[in-house]
């Protein structure tokens, strides 16, 4: 089936650039170049991926990317000028899946996307796997890509997921920033990348904070990396 993806950016030439080396890796594109409308789109179709600009008519990117947050859990690729840390990591925390700046390789965009969209239907689909994994009073299943603290659903975003899923497999190991960004987001890490891992590691603590549980199971071991205790 072809993948289908939404692209929401106010630059015709980005945009159609992106399209065509998309459309070349026989994927289905759709434009919109106002947020508000673009927001509108993703609510009410269910694509395999969404490509979002900040800088955008009626609507920025960031609250397009918190208001998708609060009803899909679509991979969502933030693709901006923008360079500042603060603004990548203000995107990631909001629940993007990657943060990519322009100018960037149109090759890189496209490997990007089929990572993601590999990642979440591999976390979507059925296959032989174990269906349920339950560690220091918290489970997830895996199939419905959903997560119980003390059996209270707490929702996470795709990568936010990921992350919580891979260190609940290889509880007691400690994973550097750099390993875990590998695993997680398929590509080599660069220096300003480890800070997504650090992003995401917090949101989750966050999350686990606001629960129930008398001690937060992810352990930071300044200089080596984050450990999931048993």
């Known amino acids: 089936m072809t993948a289908t993806i939404l692209i929401i950016e106010d630059d015709p030439s980005i945009a159609e650039l992106q399209k065509d080396y998309l459309e070349i890796n026989n994927m289905d594109v759709t434009i919109e170049c106002d947020g508000k409308i673009g927001l509108k789109i993703a609510l009410e179709h269910d694509f395999d991926l969404i490509i979002l600009d900040i800088m955008l008519p009626s609507m920025n990117g960031f609250e397009i990317c918190k208001a998708i947050r609060e009803e899909k859990q679509t991979p969502l690729i933030i693709v901006s000028a923008k360079t500042e840390d603060i603004d990548k990591i203000w995107g990631l925390g909001l629940g993007a899946d990657d943060y990519i700046i322009k100018p960037f390789s149109p090759n890189e965009l496209v490997a990007r996307v089929k990572a993601h969209m590999n990642r979440y239907q591999l976390l979507s689909g059925n296959n032989d796997r174990p ?100």
């Open 131 to 230: 269906k349920m994994i339950k560690l220091a009073n918290i489970s997830i299943n895996i199939d419905a890509h959903k997560v119980y603290v003390l059996e209270e659903e707490i929702i996470f975003t795709n990568k936010e997921f990921q992350l919580l899923l891979f260190l609940m497999k290889h509880p007691n190991r400690v994973w550097s920033k750099e390993e875990l960004f590998e695993r997680i987001w398929d590509f080599d890490v660069l220096d300003t990348e480890v800070a997504t891992v650090t992003v995401h590691i917090k949101r989750i603590r966050e999350k686990l904070r606001k629960t129930k549980l008398t001690e937060l199971p992810i352990e930071t071991l300044w200089g080596s990396g984050y450990r999931f205790n048993t």
